[in-house]
């Protein structure tokens, strides 16, 4: 199953893909019952923030550029 996730910097979509097990975590996760990175740890760590937040990585990486500044 993709989970399409829209970033909230850069307006464009990008899929997540989960197994059916992934997808029922996710689904514990949404629902309060855990922590992401407990529930969904092969997942990548962008990928687990796009879920999160919905924030792609190269976002992201220049949100972390900013606080540089």
Same mark, same amino acid.
């Given at each position: 199953? /993709?989970?399409?996730?829209?970033?909230?910097?850069?307006?464009? +979509?990008?899929?997540?893909?989960?197994?059916?097990?992934?997808? !029922?975590?996710?689904? /514990?996760? =949404?629902?309060?019952?855990?922590?992401?990175?407990?529930?969904? &740890?092969?997942?990548?760590?962008? /990928?687990?923030? =796009?879920? @999160?937040?919905? @924030?792609? &990585?190269?976002?992201?990486?220049? !949100?972390?550029? +900013?606080?540089? +500044?």
């Amino acid at each position: 199953m /993709d989970i399409i996730t829209k970033c909230p910097i850069c307006r464009k +979509e990008h899929p997540v893909h989960l197994t059916r097990e992934q997808g !029922l975590r996710y689904g /514990d996760y =949404r629902a309060g019952k855990g922590h992401i990175q407990d529930l969904l &740890p092969a997942l990548s760590a962008d /990928d687990r923030e =796009r879920l @999160i937040t919905g @924030i792609c &990585p190269e976002c992201f990486a220049s !949100l972390g550029e +900013e606080d540089d +500044e």
